[in-house]
């Protein structure tokens, strides 16, 4: 059995990976649905120092500390960020890597040089009297609340990078409700055959548009060798 550790996107809590979690469970896998560190639940914590580092610090420390050496890491969106970094310090720990729509950084990257004009614009037009948080997007789960500005603009240092980890799976959503940012890295990866590949019909919200075909693919990249 694995242990899954399911990091969200921007703006998210651990609730919006509840229901994989539970299906995971009942598969007999252990799984951490996390809440990063300023965000949802830990929303009490957001100062203007939280960045991408303390968000990989918050999986690592969760990797060490309940003595993890299993892990599927499956990070959605912003969370392909935290995950890359995660394994990147901790490769021994990690069994696999799912991006659920997501970023798949290298050295030096940030969310900022991944995505597009559109979702810039997302990432700046919600900064308000804060100054180093953007507001939750207005169609997003009543539960979103600011992420740390810091997080995404912070580049992403690596030593190896996700070819450390053996199984890789990248899950790409078809029906984005604007331009995606992630049609590079799909088309990027579909050539490359160290990744499997999946294209789900499901707007950006897999967890919530696809969950069977996301829990399939949980499952196949804990493998049993």
């Given at each position: 059995m694995a242990t899954f550790v399911l990091v969200p996107g921007a703006w998210h809590g651990a609730w919006c990976f509840e229901p994989l979690a539970r299906e995971l469970r009942r598969h007999g896998h252990e799984a951490y649905p996390?809440?990063?560190?300023?965000?949802?639940?830990?929303?009490?914590?957001?100062?203007?120092?939280v960045n991408l580092d303390t968000h990989i610090d918050d999986v690592v420390n969760l990797l060490v500390d309940e003595d993890i050496t299993d892990a599927v890491l499956v990070g959605h969106s912003y969370g392909g960020m935290v995950t890359t970094g995660a394994a990147d310090r901790t490769p021994e720990r990690v069994r696999g890597l799912v991006y659920v729509d997501a970023f798949v950084p290298a050295d030096g990257d940030s969310c900022w040089t991944l995505a597009n004009a559109p979702v810039r614009d997302w990432y700046l037009r919600g900064v308000g009297a804060l100054g180093y948080a953007t507001a939750p997007l207005p169609f997003l789960d009543p539960r979103a609340t600011p992420h740390p500005?810091?997080?995404?603009?912070?580049?992403?240092?690596?030593?190896?990078?996700?070819?450390?980890?053996?199984?890789?799976?990248?899950?790409?959503?078809?029906?984005?409700?604007?331009?995606?940012p992630f049609r590079p890295t799909y088309e990027r990866l579909q050539g490359d055959p160290a990744w499997h590949v999946h294209a789900v019909a499901s707007t950006h919200n897999v967890m919530q548009g696809a969950p069977d075909e996301l829990l399939n693919v949980a499952l196949e990249a804990a493998g049993t060798d």
């Open positions: 996390i809440t990063l560190t300023g965000v949802g639940g830990r929303k009490h914590l957001l100062t203007s120092s500005l810091a997080s995404l603009l912070q580049s992403i240092r690596l030593r190896g990078g996700p070819d450390q980890v053996r199984r890789r799976h990248y899950v790409y959503a078809e029906r984005w409700e604007a331009e995606t």
